[in-house]
Every structure is written in C-alpha cells, then in structure tokens.
C-alpha cells in the first residue's frame, strides 16, 4: 500500500537519525511512519516498545509493511526472546522485569521505537530508567512516538533529551547538560509551592531558544497542515444541571469552593490551584460522585439526540467505571459497546469492528485510558466526555480515536460539565494548560 506524503517525509526524516522524536497528531499514523523507515534504514533488527493495548497492531503492522519480517510478541515476563526475531514487541512494563530486560539488552538493536513515548517522562520512574539506562544504549537509532510529546508541560521534554540527545541540553555557560531543575529555570515560568517548584507557563524569552534545541530531534505535523481534506475539529463545553445535586456532592463542593476561591485569588492561573489539590483525597472524591452526577443526564441528552435520528453514532468517554457502565446501561437500546481496562485484546477488536461495521452498535462508551489508544473509532464523528482526564494529552488522544485518517465528516467534541460546580475550574484549568504546549510547539 502507498504512504501519504506526509508518511513519506516522516520516512526519510528519520530513516538518517540515530535520536528523534517523532510528534504527529494522533491518526497520522505514525506506527506505519517507523516501519517503513526502519526498513528504509536497512534495519534487521527492530525493538518496539509499546502499551499492552497495541501490542498486537503493532504485530499486525509489521507484518503488512515490512518484507518478511519475524515477528515475536512478548506479553509475558516469563518468555525467552527469539534470537532470529526480525521484529520483538514488548509492552512497557515488562521493562520492570529483570529477566525480559537483561535479555533485550543483549541483543544490539538497529532500531529501537517507543510508542506512546510520553510514558516515560517521569526521570526516577524505574521504567524510565531501564527504557533510557538499559535499553537505549544497546540501539543503533532510537525512535520515540507519541502525539503528546510533553502532556502537562514542557520540562517533561528533559527526559528524553537527557536520554538519547543529551548534546541538546548543553550548559552555554557550564558547558554541561541542564539538569531538569535548571531546564525548568531556563525554559518555564515557576513558583513554589507546599507541593514543590509548579509550573506556570513557558518563559517566553526563552521560546526561540528551545525550540532551536529541539529543531532536528522533533518532527511534528498537525492534520489541518499535511491532511487539508480531514474535517476539522468543533470543540463544545455543555453545562449539565441536574434536577437536584446528590447531597455528598453539593457537600463537598461548598467545603472545597471557597478553598479554591481564596487559592485563585493569590494564584499566576487556575492550573496551579487545579494541580494542588487534585490529588487530595476529598477532591478525587469529588471527582467520582460528579461523574455519577453527570451519567444520568449525558445519557439523557445522547437518547434524545439518538432516538431523534439527531446522531447516528456516538462516543462517549469517562473515566470511573461505575459512570462508564451507568451510561452504558441507559443506552443499551441503541446497541452499546464499552471498553475498559478489563476489557481484553480480543474482546476490544470484537467491539470496534461491530462498531465501526454494523448499523445497530451506535454507541460506544470507553474508559479515557483504555479506550484513549490503540483503537479507530470513526464510524462516529461525534465524541462526549462525560469526565475530563486530568491530563490535557489524554483528552485529546481520545478524541482523536474519531478524527483520524478514514474520517469523512466535520467531528464534534462536547466536553460535559457540571454547572455552578468545581467542575468548570477543572475545565478551565486543563484549557491552561493545552494553551502552554501550544506556544512551544506553534498550534
């Protein structure tokens, strides 16, 4: 099959380069991009590192763009690797396991692509340090893939630059690498907090400066710019009020309001606030019972618009499970289709095939995570996240499950908000931050 000229160039961009990172949009196809330039390359042998969720695209890729590959999926920490694999697919976190680990780092790898690469962007994660401190030596080229090279902010691009292109974060004056405490100070607006150094922005002096080191080891390209025939994208905020507000919920919004309030008012952006007490136990409680709050009436307004002949396939995204199978079950006449972490690998391509095939699954209610990669949904052009990941890359990913390659029609994203609630801050917040990433990469 023939590349899109976008896939082409993504093709003899890397072919030449021993560290790269390649950043397309979601749907762009990047899996297919590092193939083909892996075999442009000449390599013979080739390690991917990938989530458990596309280990076995990527098996399926492989053997359709490369010439005879052997191709070895490794899905458990017990097996041996074949010595004559043209091709080994291992998922992240068997990099945790001694023995899978000290077997890959024998072999001297042409290639080594990490797919979903922004998992590996915390520096003292032990999977970090075996992918960058074990692995990566052992290849010729190492070729990391993701389409949200740095989900919060931009010192998570310190990792893979300390990684495999330390050379970029030279010290003009020490005449050393940057640390990531002083690549925050050189690149990012920061302040401290009872949490530690928290990231505002990007230094906007500093903007020409980064994204000069990052020339030559970054290639990202957006859909409008290299696929002008894919509709655009719409996005909607929907406020949701319920009849009446659960009593815990309403409980806990008034206690945590006023604290977010006063925390705002002495605050750079609302981001800040948002990441301080996100990880409290009484705001993740409060997350859970405002999707509980909001599945009855996002099912509500998806039966009307389906049964109105208003929508002829839907996705809808969430991220607890019990709000997951509530709107799951209030659709179940329009022929529902879920996908969560328990859901396995054979009974996840059951579900999009019937989706994306038959007329009678019109809708599809995915965990964020779960059904967030690895999967094509565009049988629908219309998306509803009942519930926000917390991470903008994530949100964005999902919805990119419908706008990709294969997608004919304008796609709607409807972000599902509960109003008068904390529930718009986080919404605010997350806008923040998309707003900080894309100054740095020009979007």
């Given at each position: 099959m023939p590349l899109y000229p976008h896939q082409s160039e993504g093709v003899a961009w890397l072919r030449d380069r021993s560290a790269a990172l390649l950043a397309d949009d979601m749907g762009l196809g990047k899996t297919i991009t590092a193939l083909a330039a892996s075999q442009a390359a000449g390599a013979w042998k080739i390690l991917v590192v990938c989530p458990t969720v596309v280990l076995w695209n990527w098996k399926a890729e492989a053997e359709k763009w490369l010439v005879w590959p052997r191709v070895q999926v490794v899905a458990d920490g017990r097996v041996e690797i074949d010595p004559d694999a043209d091709v080994v697919v291992v998922t992240h976190g068997l990099l945790l396991r001694p023995w899978i680990l000290s077997q890959l780092a024998a072999v001297e790898w042409d290639v080594l692509i990490v797919d979903e690469a922004h998992?590996?962007?915390?520096?003292?994660?032990?999977?970090?340090?075996?992918?960058?401190?074990?692995?990566?030596?052992?290849?010729?080229?190492?070729?990391?893939?993701?389409?949200?090279?740095?989900?919060?902010?931009?010192?998570?691009?310190?990792?893979?630059?300390?990684?495999?292109?330390?050379e970029r974060l030279m010290d003009p004056k020490l005449l050393r690498p940057l640390t990531h405490d002083r690549f925050i100070e050189r690149?990012?607006?920061?302040?401290?907090?009872?949490?530690?150094?928290?990231?505002?922005?990007?230094?906007?002096?500093?903007?020409?400066?980064?994204?000069?080191?990052?020339?030559?080891f970054v290639l990202r390209r957006k859909k409008a710019e290299v696929l002008p025939d894919l509709p655009p994208v719409r996005f909607e905020t929907v406020f949701l009020r319920p009849l009446k507000l659960d009593r815990a919920l309403a409980a806990l919004d008034s206690e945590l309001a006023p604290r977010i309030r006063d925390a705002v008012a002495g605050a750079t952006d609302a981001s800040e606030v948002f990441e301080a007490l996100k990880d409290g136990e009484e705001f993740a409680r409060f997350r859970r019972l405002c999707g509980v709050a909001k599945a009855h009436p996002v099912a509500d307004l998806l039966h009307a618009e389906l049964d109105e002949g208003g929508l002829e396939k839907v996705v809808v995204f969430a991220h607890h499970k019990d709000v997951v199978e509530d709107i799951a079950a209030r659709l179940s006449r329009f022929g529902v289709r879920t996908i969560t972490g328990a859901t396995s690998a054979e009974a996840r391509a059951e579900r999009v095939a019937d989706f994306q095939t038959?007329?009678?699954?019109?809708?599809?209610?995915?965990?964020?995570?779960?059904?967030?990669?690895?999967?094509?949904?565009?049988?629908?052009?219309?998306?509803?996240?009942?519930?926000?990941?917390?991470?903008?890359?994530?949100?964005?990913?999902?919805?990119?499950?419908?706008?990709?390659?294969?997608?004919?029609?304008?796609?709607?994203?409807?972000?599902?908000?509960?109003?008068?609630?904390?529930?718009?801050?986080?919404?605010?917040?997350?806008?923040?931050?998309?707003?900080?990433?894309?100054?740095?990469?020009?979007?």
């Amino acid at each position: 099959m023939p590349l899109y000229p976008h896939q082409s160039e993504g093709v003899a961009w890397l072919r030449d380069r021993s560290a790269a990172l390649l950043a397309d949009d979601m749907g762009l196809g990047k899996t297919i991009t590092a193939l083909a330039a892996s075999q442009a390359a000449g390599a013979w042998k080739i390690l991917v590192v990938c989530p458990t969720v596309v280990l076995w695209n990527w098996k399926a890729e492989a053997e359709k763009w490369l010439v005879w590959p052997r191709v070895q999926v490794v899905a458990d920490g017990r097996v041996e690797i074949d010595p004559d694999a043209d091709v080994v697919v291992v998922t992240h976190g068997l990099l945790l396991r001694p023995w899978i680990l000290s077997q890959l780092a024998a072999v001297e790898w042409d290639v080594l692509i990490v797919d979903e690469a922004h998992a590996f962007k915390s520096p003292g994660a032990k999977r970090t340090v075996a992918l960058y401190g074990t692995l990566a030596p052992c290849a010729e080229k190492v070729w990391l893939l993701t389409g949200t090279p740095c989900p919060n902010n931009v010192s998570e691009l310190h990792t893979h630059l300390a990684g495999i292109a330390p050379e970029r974060l030279m010290d003009p004056k020490l005449l050393r690498p940057l640390t990531h405490d002083r690549f925050i100070e050189r690149f990012c607006l920061w302040r401290w907090t009872e949490y530690g150094k928290k990231i505002t922005g990007n230094r906007k002096d500093r903007l020409e400066e980064l994204k000069a080191r990052l020339e030559g080891f970054v290639l990202r390209r957006k859909k409008a710019e290299v696929l002008p025939d894919l509709p655009p994208v719409r996005f909607e905020t929907v406020f949701l009020r319920p009849l009446k507000l659960d009593r815990a919920l309403a409980a806990l919004d008034s206690e945590l309001a006023p604290r977010i309030r006063d925390a705002v008012a002495g605050a750079t952006d609302a981001s800040e606030v948002f990441e301080a007490l996100k990880d409290g136990e009484e705001f993740a409680r409060f997350r859970r019972l405002c999707g509980v709050a909001k599945a009855h009436p996002v099912a509500d307004l998806l039966h009307a618009e389906l049964d109105e002949g208003g929508l002829e396939k839907v996705v809808v995204f969430a991220h607890h499970k019990d709000v997951v199978e509530d709107i799951a079950a209030r659709l179940s006449r329009f022929g529902v289709r879920t996908i969560t972490g328990a859901t396995s690998a054979e009974a996840r391509a059951e579900r999009v095939a019937d989706f994306q095939t038959s007329p009678l699954v019109r809708v599809m209610v995915c965990n964020i995570v779960a059904g967030g990669v690895g999967v094509t949904l565009t049988a629908a052009s219309e998306v509803v996240f009942a519930e926000q990941s917390w991470v903008p890359g994530d949100n964005a990913q999902a919805a990119d499950r419908c706008h990709r390659i294969g997608q004919t029609r304008r796609v709607r994203v409807r972000f599902m908000a509960l109003a008068d609630t904390i529930d718009e801050a986080v919404t605010a917040s997350l806008r923040q931050k998309a707003r900080m990433l894309r100054e740095v990469f020009g979007e």
